[in-house]
């Protein structure tokens, strides 16, 4: 298997816009966890195999390297210790040897106490961490306490600096856009100052509300108030333009990687692999409560339950809660829908790989008429979205499912 996703599911706290499986206050419940998630990647290697044999990648642009990425929930709670067993096992997965491997950190919880920030970051490098990804959400103080972050700006920004101290040299800040009490011109100088940083890659997304998060019932209690659509559009063109003469490429409707002569992959300097896999479709297996995994003609996902999961995995059972078989049709709108969100598009090369199919052949019909609309642009070796497309990404992939 060449793609990995593992789920550390503990936060500090639960920021008010979250609705991700993550737990908080349970510290103490930790190293029970990695014991639980090591005997699971465990068990996984069995089913490792894929069902189906991966696609054949005929398209250069789609070869990508193998990939582990530590989501969450906060990663960067586990010492280095908890992250060396599970690298470990996940070794017999991905092999660690030339993956990329990313770890998500937020700056107030790097880490666990015992251990100052700098040699954290060194202690993750030296077991074969080589990207980190940031959740910085906002450079706005007052903003950063509405939405419960446990971090300050000129902490995350310190954080940043630390680990480039400690050797990080591919590293992405996740932002929001369309904040509560957030102006265009707040962001954009934001825009600004970030471009100033010089990380290698960024993902911006607008702030969705979530039902069942304290913000969403602050908003629609009228007690805290956010941008309007088109004022969140407006913001989301100003990171296209700012970003853009920054020297930094979009390369997918929310993410951004810096150009660079010396890094090249598939897609864009700097482009994340791990999230390129999900883009291309490809089989990917995951681990950990509430982990989904994606081996085609099947899809599963995790016991949600952080000791639900850990007593299951102790009685020698695989922790899943749901598997779905896949259709053919489902493998070809989902090629489709998710490749489009890269500028790139998809090549006729790559779905003809994954589906065994030309697209012409499936979507002929509505390759054309969203090409009528101005949604969507065929080239020489594939489609991608025009500008307008991607401002009405949502429509266009609706049409392939
Ligand atoms: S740190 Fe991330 S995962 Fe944890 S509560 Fe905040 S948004 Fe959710």
Redesign the pocket.
């Known amino acids: 298997m060449q793609h990995l996703y593992i789920h550390i599911p503990f ?1 500090h ?3 008010s ?2 609705d ?1 499986n ?1 737990y ?1 206050n349970m510290d103490g419940r930790i190293e029970a966890y990695v014991q639980a998630l090591c005997a699971e990647l465990a068990m996984l290697r069995e089913f490792g195999a894929p069902a189906q044999p991966p696609p054949i990648l005929v398209d250069p642009r789609t070869a990508l390297g193998s990939t582990i990425f530590f989501g ?3 990663p960067s709670m586990l010492t280095l210790d908890q992250m060396e067993r599970v690298l470990a096992a996940a070794n017999s997965i991905v092999p660690l040897a030339g993956a990329e491997i990313t770890i998500e950190a ?1 700056p107030g ?1 790097v880490l666990g106490a015992d251990s100052p920030a700098l040699d954290y970051f060194r202690g993750l490098r030296t077991l074969g961490v080589n990207r980190l990804s940031m ?1 910085v959400q906002s450079l706005h103080d007052p903003t950063l306490r509405v939405l ?3 971090h300050t700006a000129a902490e995350a920004r310190q954080c940043f600096e630390t680990a480039r101290q400690a050797g990080f040299d591919n590293i992405n800040l996740d932002f929001m856009f369309g904040l509560p009490g957030q102006t265009l011109i707040q962001w954009e100088a934001t825009l600004d100052d970030i471009a100033t940083w010089g990380t290698e890659h960024f993902s911006l997304y607008s702030l969705i509300l979530e039902e069942r998060t304290p913000l969403y019932a602050q908003v629609m209690g009228g007690r805290v108030s956010v941008p309007n659509d088109d004022a969140t559009a407006a913001m989301y063109e100003a990171a296209i333009e700012r970003l853009g003469a920054a020297g930094y490429v979009q390369y997918e409707i929310s993410n951004w990687a810096r150009n660079s002569a010396q890094r090249q992959t598939p897609i864009a300097p700097h482009a994340c692999q791990h999230n390129l896999a999900y883009w291309f479709n490809a089989n990917y297996v995951a681990a950990g409560a509430g982990a989904h995994g994606h081996v085609y003609p099947q899809r599963y996902h995790n016991i949600l339950g952080v000791d639900e999961y850990i007593n299951v995995v102790r009685s020698g059972r695989r922790p899943i809660a749901e598997v779905s078989e896949l259709t053919h049709a489902d493998l070809c709108a989902e090629t489709m829908f998710m490749g489009l969100r890269l500028n790139a598009g998809v090549s006729f090369a790559h779905f003809h790989a994954r589906c065994g199919a030309a697209m012409d052949e499936i979507y002929g019909q509505t390759l054309a008429e969203l090409g009528e609309q101005g949604l969507l642009e065929c080239g020489e070796d594939g489609v991608r979205l025009t500008a307008h497309g991607r401002m009405l990404g949502n429509q266009v992939f609706m049409r392939f499912v």
């Open positions: 936060c706290r639960r920021c816009y979250c991700f993550t908080a969450g929930g906060t937020n919880a959740g419960g972050r446990i």
